[in-house]
């Protein structure tokens, strides 16, 4: 009798052969690993065998930011810290650092060196120097910076200034973290290049999903006067981002977005992204249809070509019918809105032709109601409906509105009967 014949022998040389077959596949497997691409999901260190002195230092110093850079799309171009960071020894702003001389903010001259289109884009938008002289005011700019802002759609209107004077009540010990935190996203430098890219693009790695998502806007867009983000959320684009965007886009190619990378909108698609037939653009005013912001909202220059490229980006899930239908109860809205603005206006208009209420700013209640009346309720209300949210445009909004109206004629006629006049 053979050995493969004996008892047991065969079931034990089965087994055997498993286990080495198994182990081959192991070891195929390790080595196919071994030698593959990193994980989708796996970020590249460019700046791992770096021996750049700025790199090599600030490894040291501050890790978290080579850290960041390291895995930034313009590191893996090659872009070097001096490329934005150093300057001439007599560049305005410039500081001495380890014997070179270097700008510790990059103003948007250096990001200009490789974004042309994206800073000339950004300098005609309401991002640019109107962000900066809703609270700082015109008086100090210069010549040059003065044209670039009345060349601005928002720089030519000018519809309210009470917003400055809310600053100046409030002093630097507060503004410095309130206002300026936001609109310093246009504050002029002193090279007179304008604006602050970081604001939005994060430093140092300048991600694209970052950029992308609504989290990023909400550093602003938020609260009484412009809850943009809050807004959002409640919104179906918001609700399909917060359920599903997990496993949308984010690093797609600018100008390359689709349905397929954003089944629903976030802010940046909407107002600045490349998507469907609508170019990419840094001026966040150029799709817009009305200035909302304002307390008689009216329309922009060239508001029809604005609304074109909104409903061609509307359009990739949309069709016509519902835009239309949509954009003309969004008018209506809006008119109705100003009606009540300037309801507002005349029933304060006494107190006025009386002299019965100063022309100081917030100096008394009356002041901030009729304030509050239209740069918080009435921007919600508008802002609610074209962003479609229900709870904003009504409860945050129109009620508001209505409440702050029924007060304002009781102030009003209080103050007319005091002064022995007819309410």
Same mark, same amino acid.
Not at 247 to 267: I, K, N, R, S
Not at 287 to 316: H, I, K
Not at 357 to 374: A, G, S
């Given at each position: /009798? !053979? ?28 080595? =196919? !690993?071994? &030698?593959?691409? %990193? ?6 260190? @460019? ?19 080579? *850290? ?5 799309? /313009? ?6 810290? *001096? ?14 650092? #380890? ?25 005609? !938008?309401?991002?640019? =120097? ?14 040059? $910076? ?7 759609? #928002? ?9 400055? *004077? ?14 300026? @935190? ?5 504050? %002029? ?15 140092? *790695?300048?991600?694209? #999903? ?27 684009? &918001? ?54 912001? @304002?307390?008689? !909202? ?21 069709? +016509? ?24 206006? +005349? ?8 002299? $019965? ?8 209640? =009356? ?17 609610? @409906? ?15 509105? $209505? ?6 004629? +009781?102030?009003?006629? &209080?103050? $007319? ?7």
């Amino acid at each position: /009798m !053979s050995i493969f014949e004996r008892p047991g022998t065969r079931t034990w040389l089965i087994g055997l052969i498993g286990v080495i077959v198994v182990a081959a596949l192991i070891l195929v497997i390790l080595a =196919i !690993s071994s &030698g593959s691409e %990193p994980a989708a999901d796996q970020k590249v260190d @460019a700046l791992a065998n770096s021996n750049n002195e700025c790199v090599v230092c600030h490894r040291k110093t501050t890790p978290g930011i080579v *850290e960041q850079y390291g895995h930034s799309t /313009m590191a893996g171009a090659e872009v070097e810290c *001096e490329d934005c960071h150093q300057v001439a020894v007599d560049y305005p702003g410039a500081e001495e650092h #380890e014997g070179v001389y270097i700008l510790a903010s990059p103003t948007t001259a250096m990001c200009e060196d490789c974004h042309q289109a994206e800073v000339d884009q950004y300098n005609a !938008s309401r991002h640019a =120097i109107p962000s900066y002289v809703a609270y700082a005011g015109a008086q100090a700019l210069d010549e040059n $910076l003065l044209a670039m802002y009345q060349n601005i759609p #928002e720089g030519s209107y000018n519809p309210d200034r009470s917003r400055n *004077e809310i600053y100046h009540l409030e002093g630097p010990e507060i503004t410095r973290f309130a206002c300026e @935190a936001c609109h310093n996203i246009g504050k %002029p430098a002193e090279d007179g290049s304008v604006g602050q890219c970081q604001k939005c693009h994060l430093r140092h *790695e300048f991600s694209l #999903e970052q950029v992308r998502k609504p989290e990023t806007c909400n550093a602003c867009h938020i609260g009484p006067d412009h809850p943009q983000f809050e807004i959002y959320t409640e919104s179906p684009h &918001g609700i399909a981002y917060a359920t599903g965007g997990d496993d949308w886009g984010w690093d797609t190619e600018p100008g390359m977005l689709t349905v397929q990378d954003f089944p629903a909108p976030t802010c940046a698609t909407c107002h600045i992204s490349g998507f469907g037939g609508t170019a990419t653009t840094h001026d966040v005013g150029e799709r817009l249809t009305w200035y909302l912001f @304002a307390p008689v !909202s009216e329309r922009r220059p060239a508001w029809q070509d604005n609304q074109v490229r909104m409903q061609t980006v509307c359009g990739e899930c949309h069709n +016509e019918v519902w835009l239309e239908d949509f954009y003309a109860d969004g008018d209506a809205l809006v008119e109705k809105v100003n009606a009540w603005v300037l309801e507002s206006r +005349e029933i304060i208009k006494p107190l006025q032709d009386n002299g $019965l209420i100063t022309d100081d700013p917030f100096d008394e209640p =009356i002041d901030f109601v009729f304030f509050e009346l239209w740069h918080h309720w009435g921007r919600t209300a508008k802002f609610g @409906a074209w962003m479609q949210g229900p709870d904003y445009t009504q409860w945050h909004g129109a009620y508001e509105m $209505l409440s702050d109206l029924a007060e304002l004629r +009781e102030m009003v006629d &209080g103050k $007319l009967e005091a002064a022995g006049l007819e309410p």
